[in-house]
């Protein structure tokens, strides 16, 4: 089965600072790649999506990723954080032999100082 | 656009009782997937339903069941209920397309089992 794994679990930055989460999955077939943010009191709102294609993913809000397959990793960058970055981050896989259902990892909560 | 709706909001059992979550997906979307989130942990995929039947299911037990209406709404069933069971459920909907679709989540219901 597959499954997907965030090392960070808290990452603690000031404003202005450079982000990267990483996430790995195990799965040697075709996937579909996620990153969904959760705001405080808010649900859970995707972020950007890897389907296939440039492997350089831009999300909404200055966010990006990048799909390198041969370290099966799908890490979350940006540039300089905003204190309104303060979430908890997940990344999710789709792979094609489970092509209904998201794998969730267990998250990295991410708390950005003024 | 009313996105994915979810009621009760809260929610507080007792063990051995049985509780029923409402689901009304995103407009223009007929697939509905459960999962269950755990204090600290990300979400866990509980089954899928389509054109009123369960296509797909995760790792959990038969106390959980579902149930999808014509208008695409759904319901999440757990009989029995365990002091483990106590979590987030969360609904997200998508359109029927097979490894391009995206799911969009639903605040969730907050369930506690005492």
């Known amino acids: 089965a597959q499954s997907v794994s965030q090392h960070n679990h808290h990452v603690i930055l000031s404003e202005a600072a450079s982000l990267e989460l990483g996430c790995n999955y195990s799965?040697?077939?075709?996937?579909?790649l996620f990153w969904y943010v959760q705001y405080p009191g808010q649900h859970l709102q995707l972020l950007l999506k890897?389907?296939?294609?440039?492997?350089l993913v831009k999300g909404i809000k200055g966010f990006e990723a990048e799909f390198i397959k041969s370290k099966f990793s799908f890490n979350l960058r940006k540039p300089s954080v905003q204190w309104s970055d303060t979430a908890e981050y997940f990344c999710?896989?789709?792979?094609?032999?489970?092509?209904?259902?998201?794998?969730f990892g267990s998250g990295t909560q991410l708390t950005v100082l003024p | 656009d009313a996105g994915v709706t979810q009621s009760p909001t809260h929610l507080i059992k007792t063990r051995g009782q049985q509780v029923t979550l409402r689901c009304s997906p995103k407009?223009?979307?007929?697939?509905v997937s459960w999962y269950q989130q755990a204090l600290g942990q990300g979400p866990q995929f509980i089954f899928q339903?389509?054109?009123?039947?369960?296509?797909q299911r995760g790792n959990f037990p038969d106390r959980f069941s579902g149930h999808q209406f014509p208008n695409y709404s759904s319901e999440l069933n757990v009989n029995a209920l365990l002091l483990g069971d106590s979590a987030l459920y969360l609904c997200?909907?998508?359109?029927?397309?097979?490894?391009?679709?995206?799911?969009?989540f639903g605040p969730g219901t907050r369930l506690t089992v005492l």
């Open positions: 407009s223009g979307h007929d697939t």
């Open positions: 890897y389907f296939s294609g440039d492997p």
């Open positions: 999710a896989v789709r792979t094609s032999g489970s092509a209904r259902q998201l794998t």
């Open positions: 339903y389509y054109e009123e039947e369960e296509r």
């Open positions: 799965y040697g077939g075709t996937v579909n």
């Open positions: 997200a909907s998508s359109p029927d397309r097979v490894f391009t679709d995206t799911q969009y």
